[in-house]
Nanobody, 124 residues
Framework: QAQLVESGGGLVQAGGSLRLSCAAS????????MAWFRQAPGKEREFVAA????????LQANSVKGRFTISRDNAKNTVYLQMNSLNPEDTAVYSC?????????????????WGQGTQVTVSS
């Protein structure tokens, strides 16, 4: 049974940093593309970043380029999201997701597995 468990969320002041982790189990992590999405209250789910199985390909939303970095460790079955220079607009529940191919990485409807999410709150 596939499972994704996020951690690392919390409350941080504007300009601060957080590192999210997503631990995977129950499927062949090293064969799956991984992504982070976020959803703020009253808003639609938004793509943040994605990384291919080999880490060769990375896609990021324009809103986070230069501030957020996605990475993965296939030996640890874990994907990370390093978030720097956070601002209140980054406040949301952040979820990781997995799918077997990298194509159309920003389309949340194509992902097979989802975590429950972790809350990130940025105060001004």
């Amino acid at each position: 049974q596939a499972q994704l468990v996020e951690s690392g969320g919390g409350l941080v002041q504007a300009g601060g940093s957080l590192r999210l982790s997503c631990a995977a189990s129950g499927f062949t992590f090293s064969s799956y593309s991984m992504a982070w999405f976020r959803q703020a209250p009253g808003k639609e789910r938004e793509f943040v970043a994605a990384i291919s199985a080999s880490s060769r390909n990375i896609l990021q939303a324009n809103s986070v380029k230069g501030r957020f970095t996605i990475s993965r460790d296939n030996a640890k079955n874990t994907v990370y999201l390093q978030m720097n220079s956070l601002n209140p607009e980054d406040t949301a529940v952040y979820s990781c997701a997995a799918k077997s191919i990298f194509n159309s990485a920003s389309n949340h409807g194509l992902y097979e597995y989802w975590g429950q999410g972790t809350q990130v709150t940025v105060s001004s």
